[in-house]
């Protein structure tokens, strides 16, 4: 099965969150009902982008690459296209 590196944002938050999973719509349930500490100051969470990878370690190195930058700014960049 495939892994998926996934940002998710929500409006009411005004954040976005970075993770890696699986299952993407389960695991985007988890996220809308409190199943994540990270996450469970709202319950508007959705993607808006996504990278599917066939290796966990693949993913695993993806997500903090994506996570290092600890930019909104790059963040955006890739939802918009630029990835």
């Given at each position: ?39 469970k100051k709202a319950n ?40």
């Open positions: 099965m495939p892994f998926t590196v996934y940002i998710i944002y929500s409006a009411s938050a005004d954040e976005y969150y970075i993770g890696y999973t699986e299952n993407l719509e389960e695991r985007l349930y988890r996220h809308n009902n409190s199943g994540s500490k990270a996450t508007d969470w959705r993607v808006v982008y996504t990278e599917t990878f066939e290796l966990k370690s693949a993913v695993v190195i993806r997500e903090y690459e994506i996570k290092k930058k600890k930019s909104r700014k790059y963040i955006e960049w890739l939802i918009h296209g630029a990835g």
